[in-house]
């Protein structure tokens, strides 16, 4: 998928142009960014540039129309016209914040009372707020609000209903007060979303009656609504129905991308979508937060960028592929390209931030840091910049407080609520770092950064068993990372299940040839990762469980596959191998030990020699070497 014939160009560029048009009248900002974003990285057509004056007859062309997949009915477009004052009256409300005036313009009384239908059991710490949430609403309309409802078009009535969205999650946050203090962490819920539900519910009830078409936008709030309620599976149906009607909402596949959890559900899921460019453009950025970066998602990629060459987003999408990948140096250059390509972009900086802090590029993490501060320093994304910053500083408080701030701005920014996990580790307040985890999770259950620092918190904590299962969600995420795996062994140890942590070491081992740079999953940061071969640390600690097991052959083998790791591989050009380290001195004095015991005393000798050359466990390998002597003197 190279660039477009010309009038396919066409084609696209006016569905982006009605996609900004479309989402602006209902006050959908961020996605008419994106699509605005998109438009204007496709390639320039021929015309653009032409010398012809703009008044010369010779200039005329005329711009291709608009296409709709679905027309507006007659219905709509009466209704439109007759409420067109009201609805700018409702817009400019809406625009200066004024949200319960946006309301009243279409829906001057209050919304009818009910519950959101859901079939997940709500968060426990929300027991009095979400009574009745398990079963469908049984509420209805007031027939005066039923009336008014049916009178208005469906843009008025999202942009009503929006707005009572919107108001009711800022009255949430504000009722919430102090991040991570007693009334945050679910105990507020959004007052406004029963009575959207009812009204939506009643609206799509009535809709098959009613002889108008659907457009996508009611259903994309009804499945906000839902997933609000915890009504996954309900949701997902809706956002569905919302990207077949109109496919160019951004923030209707960024909602399905957030219901999904596993690279599975997302092949399930690809089925049911149109084949259309942007669902072509959803699934690479669902692997990417899946953590599906294949070869056949980076040549999707590729493709895609044949049509939008500039995109600053699918660029993104590509440098955050190589961060997942561990592939530091590529994701950063692409991120300082786009930091030169337009300085005052603040999308996704806190994931610069945090390659700049694995690569411990302190100089270049304060530049970012001052660049963002003036841009502007009340953004999420700048609060986790300056955060990471102090945080590379080793000055955690300062971090805890700049995370925070982002969390007042946006109670739902992931990156906040796992960096601010990492410091309070650091800072030694595990019950503080388990509750950032844990709000982390609620905000993205695909996050294994999150999950795996509520299995390291336990594991401060000595509760292994607790720490086992947060380390085994981490690995089912990524499945190639080796440090998950080996957590996930250390854990099975831990809880005297040897086998199936020798399993997991195992499986270590594996993931260890797909990731030849692992760094550290924690923080992100850490020490770089084994090269040549396998790695020596966890052929050392699969050793130490045969051992626990009396597996002394087995336990045996796996130390002289330590020791061979010094040397690595004799196809490899350079060696390979990791030299003596700290783990293969600790084998050697192992290997030279059960030699003496076998009474193997020449070889005991020889490895207790090499110890001495390694000034690693010097003593105790001279020690060895004197019992050895004296063993062989005696006979």
């Given at each position: ?118 079939t997940s059991t709500p968060n426990a710490k929300s027991k009095t707020a979400a009574k009745g ?214 999308d996704h900086l806190d994931h610069y931030s945090n390659i700049l802090y694995v690569m411990e ?275």
């Open positions: 998928m190279s660039a477009l014939p010309d009038d396919q160009a066409a084609h696209l560029k006016a569905q982006l142009q009605d996609a900004v048009v479309s989402c602006t009248e209902r006050c959908l900002y961020s996605s008419a960014k994106w699509a605005a974003e998109l438009l204007n990285s496709l390639p320039a057509s021929d015309d653009d540039g032409s010398d012809t004056d703009i008044d010369s007859p010779m200039s005329g062309h005329t711009p291709p129309q608009t296409p709709h997949r679905i027309p507006k009915d007659a219905t709509e477009e009466r209704l439109e016209a007759r409420e067109a004052h009201k609805y700018l009256l409702a817009k400019t409300y809406f625009d200066c914040r004024e949200y319960d005036r946006c309301a009243a313009v279409f829906l001057p009384g209050p919304l009818p009372k009910g519950a959101i239908p859901a949430k398990a079963r469908a609403s049984t509420s209805t309309v007031p027939p005066s609000t039923a009336k008014i409802v049916a009178g208005l078009s469906q843009k008025s009535l999202f942009l009503a209903l929006y707005a009572k969205y919107i108001v009711g999650e800022r009255r949430m946050n504000e009722d919430s007060e102090m991040i991570l203090g007693p009334q945050d962490g679910g105990v507020m819920v959004n007052k406004e979303l029963p009575g959207i539900s009812v009204i939506l519910e009643q609206w799509f009830t009535a809709l098959p009656n009613s002889g108008r078409q659907p457009q996508g936008w009611l259903e994309y709030l009804y499945g906000i609504v839902l997933a609000k309620g915890k009504n996954d599976k309900l949701a997902m149906d809706y956002f569905l129905q919302s990207v077949h009607q109109y496919e160019f909402n951004w923030g209707a596949w960024q909602e399905l991308t957030s219901l999904l959890s596993t690279s599975e559900e997302l092949q399930d899921l690809s089925a049911r979508l149109p084949q259309t460019l942007m669902a072509f453009i959803f699934h690479i950025t669902a692997s990417q937060e899946l953590y599906q970066v294949t070869e056949g998602v980076q040549n999707s990629l590729t493709q895609l960028m044949g049509i939008f060459p500039t995109s600053a987003f699918l660029k993104t999408q590509r440098a955050l592929m190589f961060y997942h990948c561990k592939d530091f140096d590529d994701a950063e250059e692409i991120f300082s390209d786009l930091m030169i390509t337009d300085p005052h972009r603040l590029m302190r100089p270049k993490l304060a530049f970012l840091a001052q660049i963002a501060t003036a841009t502007d320093k009340f953004r999420p994304e700048t609060c986790c910049v300056v955060g990471n910053y102090y945080s590379l500083k080793s000055e955690h408080e300062k971090a805890v407080m700049y995370f925070r701030r982002a969390l007042t701005l946006d109670r739902n920014f992931l990156s906040a609520w796992t960096l601010m996990g990492h410091e309070f580790v650091e800072m030694k307040n595990t019950h503080a770092a388990i509750e950032s985890y844990r709000r982390a999770v609620d905000v993205n259950r695909k996050d294994y950064r999150a999950w795996y620092g509520l299995g390291q918190t336990y594991e401060v904590l000595e509760m292994h068993s607790y720490a086992l299962f947060y380390h085994q969600r981490a690995a089912a995420l990524r499945p190639y990372d080796p440090k998950l795996w080996m957590a996930v062994g250390q854990c099975f140890g831990k809880v005297g299940k040897i086998m199936n942590g020798i399993r997991a070491y195992k499986r270590a081992l594996v993931a260890g040839s797909y990731d030849g740079e692992a760094g550290s999953s924690f923080g992100g940061g850490g020490e770089g990762g084994f090269r040549g071969g396998l790695d020596p640390e966890v052929l050392y600690q699969i050793a130490l469980l045969y051992e626990r097991i009396r597996n002394m052959a087995e336990c045996s083998a796996y130390m002289e596959f330590v020791l061979a790791q010094e040397e690595g591989s004799e196809d490899e050009v350079d060696g390979g191998g990791v030299g003596v380290t700290p783990t293969t001195s600790k084998a050697r004095l192992w290997l030279a030990r059960y030699e003496y015991q076998r009474g193997m005393y020449q070889r005991a000798s020889e490895l207790a020699n090499e110890l001495c050359q390694d000034n690693f466990e010097v003593e105790d390998a001279k020690a060895l070497i004197r019992d050895v002597r004296a063993r062989q003197e005696a006979h």
